[in-house]
């Protein structure tokens, strides 16, 4: 007994080894940290995950951040972003790294959830022999890991899965269902878009055992299913806490499903699928809008293969893994069945991110088709299978993909080669074919990750050293609410890695009414799911927002403050903030800004605000055109090169001393670059650039050319709009709010406000963050009612006097989904209790 369980014990701890040990040797291959200057760190997890990472220290520090932050653009709730990015057990190993060593933070992460994977199907194949290493090792290493390590936040359910379905296996042998429960629960809790996916698994999964597989099939009884369908209704109410308060963020997030957008046309062809079986068949294009990833290794095709092929092999559970097949080739190929999978929302990049599940399928089948056909010792079976297998490589070769090449396509063929050989010869040494399999695998993964572009530790370090003290200084200095934003970025998320109150985000849980109202009505820069405040907006929005300190390496000095000078970046204060709570007696209810009509937004914003009609600080330029050949077409102009150096140049003389911008509009926009008195400025019209930018600040009478050259054949432009900022207006009407009193804040969390104010009159008190009924508001102890404000702001009605603010962000649906999840579990244990389970 004491032998079987150290073999027992050494093969699962083969099962979590070997798959590290594995994509340690990929990350060496590649040239990838610990072995190369490049991390891990691509993609999504470049982009937003490592971001993320850091504000999870954030939320140990204040735990009111779980909830709410101003670190997303204006601010906004967190329980979305949380829920989906943050909720894995494994991201504690984050806190343990400071900001500039997150990428080695996320290597480690990666590392052990990849081992982890491994381990746990091992773990469902109850299976003592080498054969289970190779198929843990392949499930651990399969393509969708490849592809999608980046998005870390999905590997839990790969873990996941395996306890699930030995969950679902000792509901059927009559077990307790507490195994089940647990690992149903906490794949919605570690992910509750994959845990969604991972419950329509589990009712395929548990209806392939109760029907159709052997070793079950005939256990099957009522008091099976409804012990199934109860725990899976448990497993719901426990990850109710979450789920619901979720719920609640993604109608605020998230698009309506529109029956009417469905493409009622196929994805894809099995000649594509094909594809995917060759090693390597990934690019970055794969990652943007590709098929499935569905290589497991060339032994567990093959095995899958056997299964089907071997005569004494159950014929009617061939017929439930056939089904399960077909569901899921129909699901690859049919958009309406595919985006059932994705929670009726197309996928932005990463499309079929179910593919995991179709390879547990394929791996778990392949085990029992390779353990049987080794009992047979049946050659035919071994060559029929390789021929099949070598001729939809073949086929998928033949479709000219951009991701392959006769290297990958001669590699897959040399170790299908290899692997028949060996099966044909029944050697016998233990560990050959695994062997194989890690030198298979990571081959794969060399193919696939030297064609993704990684982050450079050196200057990820580099930047976060730059600018993280500069944020810390400031904090030191000011402890008051205030914005801060610079006009250069790593990513669109540098508030959350960097921990400071800023315009710039980028997630799927961003509200799209806030990327609105920051786009479509004051002109900033938004592109998909993000905001970035890019090369800065006009002096009267960085004040409207509440930015107190820019970074920049631009050079102003109107209404801002020199501080301090790092290299070739300065800090400046803004001299014209409001402050996070202002006072006003304008109309702010009754006004909306219109969308697209950024300068005359400005103007009647202030006009507002300052509760005067004939207020005027945003002001448009004359200008003259000097042009090349143009053609005037209905409302716009079509602008045609002439010449190998195509310019249009426009001149203004300016009738004031003042700060001056401009935005141009087109129905096809195409790249131009833009140069002032001939100096190159920024390019325009490119993916994040076609907002409201400086030009920079001029004097009276200054005489300024601004060139704009074509980068492609002909240029379409509705609108040039040049405008200047009027600060002597401006000043004016800040002055007249400032004059007011303002919220004085005594103590401000991301999810918590308190503060005091004297009102001389009955006024509207507004305050920079925008109108969400989760936040409850309190004057004088007594709950009151905010509203929305200049379209976006929540705001308050205050009588004259002496009064106390408070305000604290409790999401919907967070008491409900408590109660829900405590019912759930007293259920759950006495239900467990009286059955006996």
């Known amino acids: ?188 809790f570690t992910n509750y878009y994959i845990g969604y996916m991972l419950c329509i698994f589990s009712v395929i999964y548990f209806f392939y055992c109760f029907y159709f597989k052997e070793e079950t099939r005939s256990l099957r009884s009522n008091k099976v299913f409804i012990n199934f369908c109860f725990a899976s209704i448990i497993s719901g109410g426990l990850a109710a806490v979450l789920l619901i308060p979720v719920k609640y963020s993604l109608e605020t997030t998230k698009e309506l499903f529109n029956l009417s957008s469905i493409q009622w046309q196929a994805n894809l062809t099995l000649r594509d699928l094909f594809s995917k079986l060759i090693l390597g068949s990934y690019n970055f ?237 004051l002109g900033l820069c938004t592109e998909d799911n993000w905001t970035y405040y890019n090369s800065g907006t006009t002096y009267a929005n960085d004040s409207l927002l509440g930015i107190k300190y820019i970074l920049t390496e631009q050079k102003i000095s109107m209404g801002y403050t020199a501080l301090n000078t790092y290299g070739d970046s300065t800090l400046y204060l803004n001299d014209f903030t409001l402050p996070f709570g202002f006072l006003t007696s304008g109309p702010v209810h009754s006004f909306y800004p219109v969308d697209f009509s950024w300068l005359s937004n400005q103007n009647n914003i202030w006009k507002v605000l300052s509760n005067n009609e004939n207020l005027e600080i945003m002001k448009s330029l004359e200008f003259s055109i000097i042009k090349n050949d143009i053609i005037q077409n209905g409302d716009y102009f079509n602008y045609i090169v002439n010449g190998e150096d195509p310019f249009l140049e426009y001149q203004f003389a300016m009738p004031k001393k003042g700060p001056v911008f401009i935005y141009l509009t087109s129905n096809d926009e195409r790249k131009v670059k833009l140069f002032i008195n001939d100096e190159y400025l920024c390019d325009y019209f490119t993916y994040g650039q076609h907002q409201m930018i400086r030009l920079g600040e001029y004097d009276k009478d200054e005489i300024v050319t601004l060139k704009l050259k074509l980068e492609e054949e002909q240029l379409d432009i509705q609108s040039v709009n040049l405008f200047y900022q009027d600060m002597d207006v401006f000043d004016e009407a800040f002055t007249s709010l400032i004059n007011n009193n303002t919220l004085m804040i005594e103590n401000k969390k991301n999810g918590y406000i308190a503060g005091h104010i004297e009102v001389n009159e009955r006024s509207n008190l507004i305050l920079q963050m925008p109108y969400d009924l989760n936040w409850r508001f309190y004057v004088d102890g007594k709950k009151v009612n905010s509203y929305e404000s200049l379209g976006i702001y929540s705001t308050l009605y205050l009588d004259e006097g002496f009064h106390d603010i408070r305000a604290i962000y409790i999401p919907r649906g967070l008491k409900l989904g408590i109660t829900i999840t405590i019912i759930s579990l007293i259920i759950m244990f006495i239900w467990l209790r009286m059955n006996e389970l």
């Open 1 to 188: 007994m004491n032998k079987i369980n150290f073999e027992k014990l050494k093969i699962r701890l083969l099962s979590l080894l070997i798959p590290i040990f594995c994509f340690l040797l990929i990350l060496y291959t590649v040239k990838l940290w610990p072995f190369g200057e490049q991390t891990i760190v691509s993609l999504d997890l470049d982009s937003q995950y490592i971001s993320f990472f850091s504000y999870l220290k954030e939320i140990f520090r204040d735990p009111t951040t779980l909830f709410y932050s101003f670190s997303k653009t204006l601010g906004g709730d967190m329980i979305g972003l949380v829920s989906y990015y943050l909720m894995s057990p494994f991201n504690l190993i984050a806190l343990f790294f400071s900001t500039s060593n997150l990428p080695i933070a996320l290597t480690l992460i990666i590392i052990l959830k990849i081992g982890s994977a491994g381990y746990t199907f091992n773990l469902f194949l109850k299976n003592n022999g080498y054969n289970s290493l190779i198929f843990s090792t392949a499930y651990a290493l399969m393509a969708f890991v490849i592809a999608n390590y980046s998005n870390v936040i999905w590997l839990d359910g790969i873990i996941l899965l395996p306890l699930i379905a030995m969950g679902i296996e000792k509901i059927m042998v009559g077990k307790s269902p507490a195994f089940y429960i647990f690992s149903l629960s906490a794949s919605i």
């Open 285 to 521: 294009n794969e990652a943007m809008s590709g098929k499935p990833n569905i290589y497991c290794s060339y032994i567990g095709l093959l095995s899958f293969v056997f299964y089907f092929l071997n005569k004494r092999i159950d014929k009617k559970e061939k017929k439930g893994c056939f089904l399960i097949l077909l569901l899921f080739l129909v699901s690859f190929i049919f958009e309406p069945i595919n985006l059932i999978w994705h929670g009726f929302s197309k996928p932005n990049w990463f499309p079929y991110r179910y593919s995991f599940i179709f390879t547990f399928f394929v791996l778990l089948i392949g085990h029992k088709g390779l353990n049987t056909t080794f009992e047979g010792n049946n050659k035919r079976i071994v060559l029929l299978s390789a021929g099949m297998l070598s001729l939809f490589i073949l086929i998928g070769y033949m479709g000219n993909f951009s991701y392959l090449n006769i290297y990958k396509f001669l590699a897959s063929l040399i170790f299908i080669s290899f692997i028949i050989l060996y099966l044909l010869k029944n050697i016998k040494a233990k560990g050959t074919l695994l062997v194989v399999l890690v030198l298979e695998l990571t081959v794969n993964g060399y193919f696939s990750l030297k064609e993704i572009p990684h982050l450079s530790l050196n200057e990820y370090k580099t930047y976060v050293d730059k600018v993280e003290p500069i944020i810390k200084s400031i904090r030191k200095k000011d402890s008051g609410f205030y914005r801060f934003e610079k006009t250069f970025q790593r990513t669109q998320n540098d508030p959350m890695l960097l921990n400071y109150s800023g315009l710039s985000h980028n997630s799927s849980a961003e509200a799209p009414l806030v990327r609105s109202y920051l786009y479509s009505q």
